[in-house]
T-cell receptor, first 113, second 117 residues
Framework: GEDVEQSLFLSVREGDSSVINCTYT??????LYWYKQEPGAGLQLLTY?????DMKQDQRLTVLLNKKDKHLSLRIADTQTGDSAIYFC?????????????FGGGTRVLVKP | GAGVSQTPSNKVTEKGKYVELRCDPI?????LYWYRQSLGQGPEFLIY????????DSGLPNDRFFAVRPEGSVSTLKIQRTERGDSAMYLC???????????????FGPGTRLLVL
């Protein structure tokens, strides 16, 4: 079945760039997503990339997709304390009816002042 | 506009009891999803509705779990004979059109945190 892996934890200083990595196994993925979850809250969609793209930029966020290696990354420029949260990558396999998402375990990002 | 809403935000129940969790999707969204998130893990798919019908219920863990969406809008996730292992955050999401390019993005509600004692 599908599997999505992420590193558990990332610590970064305020103002630096953060890079969160994700690997997935399903080569038929159509969309790949990044969601942010703050303590006790639901998931906030940050950005997504279609599988025929290799890069997408949205303000401070840059998504890179290496389809050959099945590797996805999210770069946050000028990281702020408000960026401290858990970040989930998720894939939507082509064959899945209705676009159900498979999530990684999440990367906890801690931004130090 | 209003996002996805879920009630209650927290539910504490005793082992063996029955619970209902409610989800109000974004108005006009045809697709509705339920996910379960255990502590320290990512969300796991439970069930997906397209309109009133459950198009994919492959994620429901057993027959104690059931969900309905009788009018194609609000959905209720029902758990019978709750067990301590059912304790988790239950998340609902909706999307405009799961088959439409650019319309399949899922927007999540704040979740219902269920604790079974």
């Amino acid at each position: 079945g599908e599997d999505v892996e992420q590193s558990l934890f990332l610590s970064v200083r305020e103002g630096d760039s953060s890079v969160i990595n994700c690997t997935y196994t399903d080569s038929s993925s159509t969309y790949l997503y990044w969601y942010k979850q703050e303590p006790g809250a639901g998931l906030q969609l940050l950005t997504y990339i279609f599988s025929n793209m290799d890069m997408k930029q949205d303000q401070r966020l840059t998504v890179l997709l290496n389809k050959k290696d099945k590797h996805l990354s999210l770069r946050i420029a000028d990281t702020q304390t408000g960026d401290s949260a858990i970040y989930f990558c998720a894939e939507s396999p082509l064959k899945a009816a209705g676009n159900k998402l498979t999530f990684g375990g999440g990367t906890r990002v801690l931004v130090k002042p | 506009g209003a996002g996805v809403s879920q009630t209650p935000s927290n539910k504490v129940t005793e082992k063996g009891k029955y619970v209902e969790l409610r989800c109000d999707p974004i108005s006009g969204h045809t697709a509705l999803y339920w996910y379960r998130q255990s502590l320290g893990q990512g969300p796991e798919f439970l069930i997906y509705f397209q309109g009133t019908g459950a198009a994919d219920d492959s994620g429901l863990p057993n027959d104690r779990f059931f969900a309905v969406r009788p009018e194609g809008s609000v959905s209720t996730l029902k758990i019978q004979r709750t067990e301590r292992g059912d304790s988790a955050m239950y998340l609902c999401a909706s999307s405009l059109n799961p088959s439409g390019v650019g319309q399949e993005t899922q927007y999540f509600g704040p979740g219902t945190r269920l604790l079974v004692l």
